[in-house]
């Protein structure tokens, strides 16, 4: 009988290898056993910010699903943003997707527009913003209504709609989130970049 040798160099890349290729077999096939699930997710959380730009809050799982097939009637792409004709009860609004930059990484987030080219809600999101301060723009509900009744575009089809350090237009300027002035300036630059892609469709 053989006996092998554990303290050999061969014995040792040879158990290595063996032992990350099926730790890499089981990853990959764990990997692929959920991805269904994490899709479902993924296409849920969206439906759900949607839902919350559209002041539709607090909805889960099935409940959400129901509501957002309930009020979204169309969707189509304008220049790369995503854009979703809505009916809430007697009214008709459309949610716009928007995309930028803050302060540490990509922000995002959905702007609900009214008949009027009001606010009728807002939702941001936020990949890696500082936790009290940038990261108020997606964990304050209250900083996020006060977009509601903003005007967006004055009487030559202008975006209006901004966020700023002093308010001094309380019909069109929102308040900036306290100690998070870049990410504000970003959130800012995204309205305004993606309002106007859209103008230029």
Known sequence: MIKLNTNSNAYIIIYSTILVVIV????????QALKPMQDANVALDVK???????NLRGLD???AEAKYAEVVKEEKEINGLKVFA???????????????MGLWGGIS??????????????YFNHESET?????????SQEWQEKFIGKKIFDENGNVVLSVVKKVENPDTQVD???????????????IKDCLKSLQNK
């Open 24 to 31: 890499a077999f089981l990853l990959a096939f764990v990997f």
């Open 109 to 122: 987030g959905y702007l609900a527009v009214d008949k009027d080219d009001k606010v009728y809600g807002a």
């Open 48 to 54: 759900k910010q949607i839902l919350n730009s559209l």
């Open 131 to 139: 936790a009290g301060l940038g990261a108020e723009i997606k964990d």
């Open 61 to 63: 799982g099935q409940e």
């Open 176 to 190: 900036c989130v306290t100690g998070a002035t870049l990410t504000s300036n970003g959130v800012d630059a995204m």
């Open 86 to 100: 809505c009916q809430v009860g007697d009214q008709e609004v459309v949610v716009v997707s928007l995309k930028g």
